[in-house]
């Protein structure tokens, strides 16, 4: 759970599902810290054990082992989610909360594996029941930083879309370009291929499985590739100009003072005189200005 939504999912009036409610749903008792972290320490151990499980010859070896382990969280992740259920007063908006749909999620693979045992891979849902350290570490004072980035990457998006726009016209031109110079011999069977690697070259990924063989296949590619390197820095930039202004418009404008014998204004801290009438500015209250506001010259 987040901070503050204990209060949307209802607190008990008393007895057993209060004191129930203290310790599954409150994070700022003792007992609800201290459950919160032994639920994360057994998330971790959970997801582990399923990574380990994937190892095929540890599978082999331990086979039971991890059985009566995975089990075991599973039993534990499922009574937890029944007592979240049991001790709020309105469980339906708990079940339909992110965090319950996780939690559901959560002991569903292992149930479900019983008749479809493919599931049983999805168990590593798990890991995502670990945004609780959220609410365990009190971060949520950096949600603000998070709503700054996110403001910048939506007020971004058009200049960013127009970018990877261009970027896909150079990779079709130059994939296109590269299929009539090295052809299917040399593995660019078609377009669709070819563009495929532009790409990979342009993202400087260069999974290596088509590879120009003829000098000017490798010039382009190496032109390519230049490209690629210059462009990388273009949508971090676009994003980083935009929290730059977001961050500038949460400071407070710079201060004006104005002159107390002839009322110019626009004077900083640093000011001890006026420019038009020489008389001494004093302290005086400080006021915010706007930005396009400038001393008299």
Known sequence: MVPGIEHELGRPPGGWRLRLFKVVVESDTPAGRLFDKIVIVAILLSVAVVIADSV??????FRIAFDTVEWFFTLLFTAEYIARLVCVE?????ARSFFGVVDLL???PTWLALFVPELHALIDVRILRLLRIFRIFKLTNYVSEYQVMWEALVASRRKILVFLAAVLMVALVLGTLLYV???PQHGFSDIPTAVYWSITTITTVGFGDITPKTDLGRFIASVMML??????????GIVTAEMTVRRHALRPGPIARSCPSCGASGYGPEARFCQLCGAGLGAQEAVSRPSHDRPPS
């Open 56 to 61: 095929q010859h540890w599978s082999l070896r």
């Open 90 to 94: 309105r469980p339906w908006r708990y």
């Open 106 to 108: 959560s002991v569903l």
């Open 181 to 183: 110079v090295e052809g």
């Open 227 to 236: 490209i690629g390197w210059g462009t990388l820095a273009v949508p971090t």
